[in-house]
């Protein structure tokens, strides 16, 4: 069945980096865009970063850009998010998400379990 | 940047009841690119509706979405005991994407 699986997750202290993973299976990966989406504790849904089927467009929410970078692999249907410079703020649960990308629509399909970030000293 | 305005925060209902949820968008978005997700406690998101009212596959019929412009509708019309959750709208413009703050639908 369609499945996407996060992986990457910890304590990071702020500063530091993290790099996120999601495993995906079910489906041809290569062919859909690819989103994160991320939820502080008790708090709503963020969208964070967006990138196309092939990788050739990448979109970013203004508080990660120049610190997060979402890439992909085809080859091993496998997508990214490399965290850099992580503060507090930071902190949720990562989710990755299966984007649908049409003319006319734009939405989140298939979601990941999420995995979680905690940016603590 | 558009701006989604969930309310009522929090709604109680009883089972049974009808649920009626608003997304308000700071200015006019197509229909097209509107969808609604349901939330549970400890679960991934769950697409509901996309296009603003086109039913995700394997949604039941109960869950209707409306609107257009910059008001948008979540009706489920008949509550069942699992529809308590969070509900989140989101739409997409100028290759940027946003969600409303969510409405918590709590049981009465």
């Known amino acids: 069945q369609v499945q996407l699986v996060e992986s990457g997750g910890g304590v990071v202290q702020p500063g530091r980096s993290l790099r996120l993973s999601c495993a995906a299976s079910?489906?041809?990966?290569?062919?859909?865009?690819m989103h994160w989406v991320r939820q502080a504790p008790g708090k709503g849904l963020e969208w964070v970063t967006f990138?196309?089927?092939?990788?050739?467009?990448?979109y970013y929410t203004d508080s990660v850009k120049g610190r997060f970078t979402i890439s992909r692999d085809n080859s091993k249907d496998t997508l990214f998010l490399q965290m850099t410079s992580l503060r507090a703020e930071d902190t949720a649960v990562y989710y990755c998400?299966?984007?649908?990308?049409?003319?006319?629509?734009?939405?989140?399909?298939?979601w990941g379990k999420g995995t979680t970030v905690t940016v603590s000293s | 940047e558009i701006v989604l305005t969930q309310s009522p925060g929090t709604l109680s209902l009883s089972p049974g009841e009808r649920a009626t949820l608003s997304c308000r968008a700071s200015q006019s978005l197509s229909s097209t690119y509107l969808a609604w997700y349901q939330q549970k406690p400890g679960q991934a998101p769950r697409l509901l509706i996309y296009?603003?009212?086109s039913r995700a596959t394997g949604i039941p019929d109960r869950f209707s979405g409306s609107g257009s412009g910059t008001d948008f509708t979540l009706t489920i019309s008949r509550l069942e005991p699992e529809d308590f959750a969070v509900y989140y709208c989101?739409?997409?413009?100028?290759?940027?994407?946003?969600f409303g703050q969510g409405t918590k639908l709590e049981i009465k």
């Open positions: 989101q739409q997409y413009g100028s290759s940027l994407y946003t």
């Open positions: 998400a299966r984007g649908v990308v049409t003319r006319s629509y734009y939405y989140m399909d298939v």
């Open positions: 990138i196309s089927y092939d990788g050739d467009n990448k």
């Open positions: 079910g489906f041809t990966f290569s062919s859909y865009a």
């Open positions: 296009g603003a009212s």
